[in-house]
């Protein structure tokens, strides 16, 4: 079955940078597209970062554009967010996510890592 | 750049009743590419709902998804216990703010 483990969260002082991964397994990883949602506490759903399945595409909201990094490596099955720049708003469970063959929606999630920036 | 505005906030409901969300978007949703999820407290959101009514794998037909262009409806038929939960509507990488159905 499809397992989606994230990694790397932590507290991280504003400003601070920090490098989230997501070991999948289960499934043909180097075939979807993969990306990072993210809840702030108490929070609704934000979609972070999208990342082609062969990694020549990548796209992020205009929150995040150009401190967030989304990159993959296909021969390790594994999904990277690098986040620098970090801002007090940024703290938040940051989600692992695969697409749908058919694309558009997200049919399997990681339980999610921590990212909280203090201040 | 699409949103979605998810009606109630909060649906107060007891269990066996029926649940009726909504969802409303800024602009007509392309091939009504329109999912809803289910977040239990502490878990993962799971996908319920795509292509606006139709379901994913394994989940109950008590869970019903219609609508298109703009405004869509998640419907529950009869709550069970284990249904208490935020529901998300979602249009891509845009999600609406979350329906809480809470306990009566």
């Known amino acids: 079955q499809v397992q989606l483990v994230e990694s790397g969260g932590g507290v991280v002082q504003s400003g601070g940078s920090l490098r989230l991964s997501c070991a999948a397994s289960g499934f043909s990883f180097s075939s979807f597209a993969m990306h990072w949602v993210r809840q702030a506490p108490g929070k609704g759903l934000e979609w972070v970062a999208l990342?082609?399945?062969?990694?020549?595409?990548?796209y992020s909201p205009d929150s995040v554009k150009g401190r967030f990094t989304i990159s993959r490596d296909n021969s390790k099955n594994t999904l990277y967010l690098q986040m620098s720049s970090l801002r007090g708003e940024d703290t938040a469970v940051y989600y692992c996510?695969?697409?749908?063959?058919?694309?558009?929606?997200?049919?399997?999630w990681g339980l999610g890592t921590l990212v909280t920036v203090s201040s | 750049e699409i949103v979605l505005t998810q009606s109630p906030g909060t649906l107060s409901l007891s269990p066996g009743e029926r649940a009726t969300l909504s969802c409303r978007a800024s602009?007509?949703?392309?091939?009504?590419?329109l999912a809803w999820y289910q977040q239990k407290a502490g878990q993962a959101p799971r996908l319920l709902i795509f292509?606006?009514?139709n379901r994913a794998n394994g989940i109950p037909d008590r869970f019903s998804g219609s609508g298109s262009g703009t405004d869509f409806t998640f419907t529950i038929s009869r709550l069970e216990p284990e249904d208490f939960a935020v529901y998300y509507c979602q249009q891509y990488r845009t999600f609406g703010q979350g329906t809480k159905v809470e306990i009566k």
């Open positions: 602009q007509s949703v392309s091939s009504n590419y």
């Open positions: 996510v695969k697409e749908t063959s058919m694309g558009h929606y997200f049919d399997s």
């Open positions: 292509g606006a009514s």
């Open positions: 990342i082609s399945y062969d990694g020549t595409g990548e």
